[in-house]
Nanobody, 120 residues
Framework: QVQLVESGGGLVQAGGSLRLSCAAS????????MGWYRQAPGKQRELVAG???????NYSDAVKGRFTISRDNAKNTAYLQMNSLKAEDTAVYYC??????????????WGQGTQVTVAS
């Protein structure tokens, strides 16, 4: 079993910054892609950013140029640096990881979510 624990959410003023962390633990042979999704009230969950185990990253148009995803493979941890935050970035942010076990079986795990609130 694998657990993803997010941290770093909170309340920030518009224009401010936050850094989210997502630490994976448990029975992990390797982690392929990791990513961040978000879900605002009344809206569908949407992809914010993803990163491969080689460090190749992709971003949604809404956050491109403001957010940066990174990861530390030795720590099984992903990060999301969020700068120039806007009120519309307010949402619950979820971490996801594609984890392989020793049998090379791929499973997708989700964190419990962390609230980010941007005050305008």
């Amino acid at each position: 079993q694998v657990q993803l624990v997010e941290s770093g959410g909170g309340l920030v003023q518009a224009g401010g910054s936050l850094r989210l962390s997502c630490a994976a633990s448990g029975i992990i042979f390797s982690i392929d892609a990791m990513g961040w999704y978000r879900q605002a009230p009344g809206k569908q969950r949407e992809l914010v950013a993803g990163i491969t185990n080689n460090g190749d990253a992709n971003y949604s148009d809404a956050v491109k140029g403001r957010f940066t995803i990174s990861r530390d493979n030795a720590k099984n941890t992903a990060y999301l640096q969020m700068n120039s935050l806007k009120a519309e970035d307010t949402a619950v942010y979820y971490c996801t990881a594609n984890v392989r076990d020793s049998y090379n079986v791929l499973s997708i795990y989700w964190g419990q979510g962390t609230q980010v609130t941007v005050a305008s």
